[in-house]
């Protein structure tokens, strides 16, 4: 079974920066891609940036150019490095891990609070 658990969320003012950690369990990380997602109150979760297990990158345009996500697979970590945050931004963070074949399961993290005050 795989475990997912994030951590580095926090308190930050605007313009600063955050790494967020998710750590994996359960199964062989590299078959995985991983995916950092965000959830505001009142809105729905949205995707912020997935990374494959060979390590190609897909990001929300409203985080291209700020954001980094990458992956140690030695070390069973993937990243989300936020730089330049903005009030808008704040939201609970959560990791996600699929596999890269179809129709298999999905696993997700417990989510961590990033606050970015103005």
Known sequence: QVQLVESG??????????????SFSGSIFSLYIMG??????????ELVA??????????ADSVKGRFT???DNAN???H????????????????????HIPNRPQYWGQ???VTVSS
């Not at 920066?17 to 998710?22: F, M």
């Not at 950092?36 to 979760?45: I, M, S, T």
């Open 76 to 78: 069973y970590t993937a």
């Open 36 to 45: 950092w997602y965000r959830q505001a109150p009142g809105k729905q979760r």
């Open 80 to 99: 989300l490095q936020m730089n330049s945050l903005k009030p808008e931004d704040t939201a609970v963070y959560y990791c996600k891990a699929y596999p």
């Open 111 to 113: 989510g961590t609070q």
């Open 50 to 59: 997935t990374i494959t297990g060979p390590g190609n990158t897909d990001y």
């Open 9 to 22: 969320g926090g308190l930050v003012q605007a313009g600063g920066s955050l790494r967020l950690s998710c």
């Open 69 to 71: 996500i990458s992956r």
